[in-house]
């Protein structure tokens, strides 16, 4: 609240549950808006659609576009009674809905991801500003489909993007635009903000800091196939889970750290604190492992934007395999591995899996964190390197 936004949407709060988004976004001081939220018997929405601003003297109307495939992305059960979708038909009604009340800029507040964005300039041409979210791209300049500007402005607050508008009679005259890196260390902090969170976290300090290994190298996670954090979180589950295979999401979230670096159980749960975190033990057939894998492969590669998803490919922990990103779907997936065996995947034959961050309601299981953790623990000293496990092929 102490940031002061003018709107916000919304996509990862969701998973907190329909009753608690609904008391945290009914006490926020500013709108959250989510035009493409509804109630599922009557579709009357559930946040309010859009908002009007003045800037400058402009007209400004605002609507906002929660993240669409909530229920198919993240567990449907935690908000049962609500239905998303892209709903392209709705946002040209709610652009026709501002410029009745006079706005002369519309800005679409989107949580689509940025391939979606484009597709959807495409088809609401009406559409001046997409402030786009989701898939964590920080693009340096603006992306121009017709009229409409697209930004964005990657996450985790490591960018600031500014765009000045030049608006005469309902048009964009002129921009200029800058994509501006926050150097944390080079930033004095707000010193409200600050009293705000060291309170906030001084009854958890404690646990946070708690130092349950180090790592000899760089432990990251944003990488299209794998990512050296997400390793050791597989790793974690094949020892802890005792499994032959793991499964990890391919979240784009979490933080990354320096060779040489202690790690800390908050750097754990910054690679994986959600509402459904238990990692679960469980037999999957070749043939099913194949499923999962080319089905995550579907969702991302996709040749049209409206069908991805976001987000990374699954991360695997003893299983090698081959994709082609171009390949029709059901057919990117090849020369699955089990590591430790150097055999084939057979398709008739069980596997033990471990995994985490499943969608269905009754996953049992310890919390991923205390997983990663015990491993750590125990381990003390990681010393990751590129596994070489996922081979792009094709293309």
Known sequence: MLLKPDAMTGHWEFTLGAARVSALTAALPFPFLAHNVREADFEDHIFEPHRMFTAGG????????????TPIANPRWLVPAWRFGLRVDDIRKQVADVRAKGADL????????????????????????????????????????????????????????RLDLDVAAGRIRDFHYRLIPVFADAIASDAEVRAVVEAGRAPYARDLGRVLGRTAGLLYR??????TLDDVFCDAMLEERDAEIALSPGFRWGTSLLPETDITFEDVTNGCAITYP??????????????VLEDVAHN??????????????????????AIDVAA?????????????????????KDYVVAGWASIAEDTRGPPIWDVVAAYLSRRQTIAPKPSGAVKVVGG
């Open 106 to 161: 519309v800005v679409l507040l989107s949580h689509n991801g940025f391939d979606v964005d484009r597709k959807l300039a495409r088809e609401v041409t009406d559409i001046d500003v997409i402030l786009s979210g989701h898939t964590h791209d920080a693009i340096p300049d603006v992306t121009r489909v017709g009229k409409t500007l697209i930004v964005a402005s990657g996450s985790h607050g490591k960018f600031v993007s």
């Open 222 to 227: 944003r990488g299209t196939f794998t990512g």
């Open 58 to 69: 402009v007209a400004v109307g605002v609507i906002g576009q929660a993240f669409p495939v």
């Open 300 to 321: 991302i590669f996709h040749t049209d934007p409206y069908y991805q998803q976001g987000g990374d490919m699954v991360r695997t922990g003893g299983l090698g395999f």
């Open 328 to 348: 029709p779907s059901g057919r990117r997936i090849s020369e699955m591995t089990l590591l430790k065996s150097g055999r084939a995947i057979e398709p008739g």
């Open 278 to 291: 238990n990692c679960y033990r469980t037999t999957m057939s070749g043939a099913r492992l194949k499923e």
